[in-house]
């Protein structure tokens, strides 16, 4: 099964567009076992394409042993777009998408998405941050932006599993546009992310934690911290200061451990 958009239909056709699509050449960005990210243009325009090879068994099997959910395919990125589009949430646009095989452990599969152009991570932001200066009014719109993200994808059952700032797409043309204080956010890097009815405590809170964690060296205050809390919660910030809940006192926790996991690792 192999579904394209009209604009790529021409550069992966026939009855081996498949094999086409794996044998795609650009700039790699990630290149682990069982998953390979690249950039590549056509017509003038970019595409990321993530090409799932298959897995194995034995993956599969370190995956559940560790508690965690085995991503099988480019299935679980497809269903998420999707999912964070009919919630109003900004994200990746779909250009490809196919599958083969029935073997969980052997199945091919990719999902080819247009480049969100002219745009820096929420990351890169921090760390440039004399080179893309916010006003206060500025940072509280991202900050409120992030929020609502977070409310929105939680409320609805979805949740990321790697909910880091660097997964978060702002284009820089906002941050030239003083008067507008609505950021166009794009949510990226949905492979691990799970749909349900509703998300489980557990999982909630690491999207939480690690949200949190990867803001730490954000130059963020106290002040904030509430604001995205109140936001998160949809309650005012005196009512938030008043009765922070046992599940930010635990989320703070979980985000220290972290921070100095993090900084151990890489020190």
Known sequence: MITLCPALQDKFSGEDAFEQVFATEGKIYRNFKGRKTLR?????????????????????????????????????????????????????????????????ARMQSFIITEEIENSLSLEDLVLNKNNYPLS????????????EISRAMHQNGVNHCDFYLCHFLLPVKWLKEKDDFDPPLYVIDLHRTQIRSAVPQRWLEKDLAGLHFSSMDAGLTIRDRL???SCYEDR???RTHKD???????????????HKKFHKKYS
């Not at 206060?136 to 929020?147: E, H, T, Y």
């Open 40 to 104: 590549f243009e056509h017509s003038g325009k970019g595409y990321f394409l993530k090409i799932h090879p298959g897995v194995g068994w034995g993956e599969i099997l370190k995956s559940l042993l560790n508690f965690k959910v085995p991503v099988l395919g480019a299935k679980d990125e497809h269903d998420a777009i999707l999912a964070l589009e009919k919630i109003g949430v900004q994200t990746m646009t779909i250009a490809g998408y196919g599958f083969r095989g029935r073997n969980p």
């Open 244 to 258: 922070l809940s046992r599940l930010w006192a635990k989320i703070d926790r979980k985000s220290i451990r972290l």
């Open 227 to 229: 604001r995205f809390i």
């Open 136 to 147: 206060p009014k500025g940072k509280r719109a991202l900050l409120r932006k992030v929020a």
């Open 236 to 238: 005012t910030v005196g």
